[in-house]
C-alpha cells in the first residue's frame, strides 16, 4: 500500500500545482454562481414573489440561494475528479507509463493511485465548496445550516465524489491527448449544470425534457443534496402549507418523478454505489490495458 499511497501523494502535488487545472475543474460551479448573481437569481426571485404574494423577500432570497448552492455543490464533485485525471492522460502522452512498467510499482498500485489520487481531490475541492457555501448562506443569506445537516451534505458529497470520478475515470480511459481532455472539462463542466437541473429548475422545462433528466443520475444526486440545503428554507417560504411545499419541490427539484414514478432518496442512494463499484471496476481494467 505504500506505493499506491506515494503515487497518490504524487497526483495531488501535480493537481494543486496546476494552478490553470484547479481553477478549470471549479468552473462549472463557478459559471453557476456568477449566473444566479448577475442574472438567474433575480429571475427566481421573482418568479416565486409572485406565486407566494405572502412570503418575505428574505425567506425567498434563502431559498434560491440554498438551492443554487446545492448544485454548485454536485457540479464540484463531478468536475474537481474529473481535472484531477489529467495526471492519467499527461502519464500516457509523455509516455511515463513505460518508465512504470520497468519500475518496481506494480500496476494495480499505479490504478489504485489515479483513481484515490482523483476520488481525494474531488472531496477536498468539494469540501471547501460546502465550506464556503456555509458561510455565504449564513452571512448573506442569513441561513446557518447546523451540523447534523452539514454532516448528511458531507456524507451525500462523499458518495456522489466516489460514483462520479469512478464514471469520468471510465470516460478519460478513452481520451489520449491533453488537448481533448481540456474540451471534455469544459463540455462535463458546463453540461452538468443542465443536466442536474441546475441552471434551469426542472418546473421551467417540457414535461418530457424534464423526465430525461429526472432519469439521470446527476439530477437525482442534486436531489439528495437540495433536501438537506433547502429543509428549513423551503418550510420558511411556503409558511409550513404542504400542498404549496409540494408544488415547490416538484419545480425545483427537490422530489423528482419520471412520468407517474417518484423516484425515492434510497434508490438514488443505490445508484450511486452500483456506479461506484460498476465504473471503479471497468476504469481499472480500461486504465490496466492503457498501462499495458
Do not use: K
Not at 428574505?58 to 464533485?77: C, E, N, P, Q, R
Not at 419541490?249 to 463499484?277: C, E, H, K, N
Amino acid at each position: 500500500m505504500s506505493s499506491v499511497f506515494a503515487i497518490v501523494r504524487r497526483n495531488l502535488r501535480l493537481f494543486f500545482r496546476d494552478r490553470m487545472n484547479v481553477f478549470f475543474s471549479l468552473l462549472g460551479a463557478l459559471i453557476l454562481f456568477l449566473l444566479y448573481t448577475l442574472f438567474l437569481g433575480n429571475m427566481q426571485r421573482s418568479d416565486i414573489e409572485h406565486e407566494f404574494s405572502g412570503a418575505s423577500s428574505d425567506h425567498v432570497f434563502a431559498f434560491v440561494d440554498s438551492w443554487m448552492f446545492a448544485g454548485i455543490v454536485l457540479i464540484a464533485t463531478v468536475t474537481t475528479g474529473l481535472g484531477a485525471l489529467s495526471a492519467l492522460i499527461e502519464d500516457g502522452e509523455s509516455g511515463r507509463f513505460r518508465d512504470f512498467l520497468v519500475s518496481p510499482t506494480r500496476q494495480r498500485s499505479l490504478v489504485l493511485g489515479y483513481l484515490l489520487s482523483a476520488i481525494v481531490v474531488a472531496l477536498i475541492m468539494s469540501t471547501v465548496v460546502i465550506a464556503v457555501s456555509v458561510v455565504y448562506l449564513g452571512l448573506v443569506s442569513g441561513l446557518w445550516l447546523d451540523a447534523p445537516t452539514i454532516a448528511r451534505i458531507g456524507a451525500l458529497t462523499l458518495l456522489c465524489c466516489a460514483a462520479f470520478t469512478a464514471l469520468c475515470a471510465f470516460i478519460v480511459s478513452f481520451v489520449r491527448s491533453s488537448s481533448a481532455n481540456s474540451a471534455l472539462n469544459t463540455v462535463v463542466g458546463t453540461a452538468t449544470g443542465f443536466i442536474a437541473a441546475a441552471y434551469i429548475p426542472l418546473g421551467a422545462l417540457p414535461q418530457s425534457v424534464a423526465n430525461v433528466i429526472s432519469a439521470m443520475p446527476f439530477a437525482e444526486a442534486g436531489m439528495l443534496l437540495r433536501r438537506e440545503f433547502t429543509a428549513s428554507t423551503l418550510t420558511e417560504l411556503t409558511g409550513g402549507n404542504a400542498q404549496a411545499g409540494a408544488q415547490v419541490r416538484d419545480a425545483y427539484g427537490i422530489d423528482l418523478a419520471v412520468g407517474s414514478q417518484a423516484i425515492s432518496p434510497g434508490f438514488v442512494v443505490l445508484v450511486l454505489l452500483v456506479m461506484t463499484v460498476v465504473f471503479t471496476l471497468l476504469a481499472a481494467m480500461r486504465i490496466r490495458s492503457r498501462i499495458q
